[in-house]
C-alpha cells in the first residue's frame, strides 16, 4: 500500500512568511509524528498525534510552530514569520497504533533565506 | 536527561565485510529500541526493532543485539553491499507512547 506522503518536498521562503507543511499517512494509522532533522543530526521530536488530538506538544520549539489534524488523516504542520534557523527537513511518520513501528515519510526540505 | 549516542560518527567497510554499528543509551526504563537507515534525500527506512525482554533480534542479513546491563545497542549486517550506504540512526522509548529519542547518527561508507 501507499506509504506516508509529504508536500511539499522542498520549499524555499523569505524570513519572516508563513510556511505549511502537509503530511499524508498510511491509511488507517492512528498515530502520526512529525520530527525536525537539521542538516547532519539526528531527529528532534516536535509533536504526536493521537487521532485528532494531540497529546504531547511539547517538542514544539517555539509558538510560532503548530499542527493540527483532521478526520484522523491529514496533518498541517504551520510556521508563523519564519526564521532561518528554521531551516531543516521536517518529516512526519505514522503508526498503526501509538505503540507500534514508525513509518517516515520522506520529508519536506524547508530552506529559509 | 534522556540521550541516545553513537560511538562512531562514520564507519567505512570493503564490500563483503561484516559491519558493526553501535549505539550506547542512558535511559534504563526504555521498553523498546529500533534502528532506522536513511539515504540521502529521502526519509528513515524502518530496519529492525528489539523490545527490552529481549537480547537478540535477526531479520535478513541484519541482527540487533541489546545488552542491558551496559546499555549498549548493535546493529551487525552481514555481507555488506554498496546499497548499505546510508546514515543508521538508533532510537530508544520510554514514554507511554511511541515518542523516540534518537542519536546523532553513523555514516556507513561500502568501498568495492
Known sequence: ?113 | GESVGLHLPTLSVQEGDNSIINCAYSNSASDYFIWYKQESGKGPQFIIDIRSNMDKRQGQRVTVLLNKTVKHLSLQIAATQPGDSAVYFCAERSGGYNKLIFGAGTRLAVHP
Open chain 1, 1 to 113: 500500500g501507499a506509504g506516508v506522503s509529504q508536500s511539499p518536498s522542498n520549499k524555499v521562503t523569505e524570513k519572516g512568511k508563513d510556511v505549511e507543511l502537509r503530511c499524508d499517512p498510511i491509511s488507517g494509522h492512528t498515530a502520526l509524528y512529525w520530527y525536525r532533522q537539521r542538516l547532519g543530526q539526528g531527529l528532534e521530536f516536535l509533536i504526536y498525534f493521537q487521532g485528532n488530538s494531540a497529546p504531547d506538544k511539547s517538542g514544539l520549539p517555539s509558538d510560532r510552530f503548530s499542527a493540527e489534524r483532521t478526520g484522523e488523516s491529514v496533518s498541517t504542520l504551520t510556521i508563523q514569520r519564519t526564521q532561518q534557523e528554521d531551516s531543516a527537513v521536517y518529516l512526519c511518520a505514522s503508526s498503526l497504533t501509538s505503540r507500534e513501528t514508525q513509518y517516515f515519510g520522506p520529508g519536506t526540505r524547508l530552506l529559509v533565506l
